[in-house]
């Protein structure tokens, strides 16, 4: 059982950068597999970026190529999130996802995250 704690969303003005983190809980972090996906009001959820469990191998999704960068550090158990050149359409809520198999091209995910709330006003 793996549990993920979000922080690090807010209230932003465009352009502006934010960095959301996940703190996992258990001491097999590395072997995970971690994502970042997004719900905006009345959309599905959206996949955004992905890392290998060492790090090596990222994958985002077309809407935030080039902007968003996901990172992590397994000493500390957590993945982070740095978004810049925020605008309005990346309001939304914002989970991590854990899973313990498959590469990063895969959007399923067993454990998530209960979100942060990234507002971006115009």
């Known amino acids: 059982q793996v549990q993920l704690v979000e922080s690090g969303g807010g209230l932003v003005q465009a352009g502006i950068s934010l960095r959301l983190s996940c703190v996992a809980s258990g001491r097999t972090f590395r072997m995970y597999r971690m994502g970042w996906f997004r719900q905006a009001p009345g959309k599905e959820r959206e996949f955004v970026a992905a890392?290998?469990?060492?790090?090596?191998?990222?994958y985002y999704g077309d809407s935030v190529k080039g902007r968003f960068t996901v990172s992590r550090d397994n000493d500390k158990n957590t993945v982070y999130l740095q978004m810049n050149s925020l605008k309005p359409e990346d309001t939304a809520v914002y989970y991590c996802?854990?899973?313990?198999?498959?590469?990063?091209?895969?959007?399923?995910?067993?454990?998530w995250g209960q979100g942060t709330q990234v507002t971006v006003s115009s």
């Open positions: 890392i290998s469990g060492s790090g090596e191998v990222t």
């Open positions: 996802a854990a899973d313990q198999y498959g590469s990063v091209l895969l959007t399923r995910y067993d454990y």
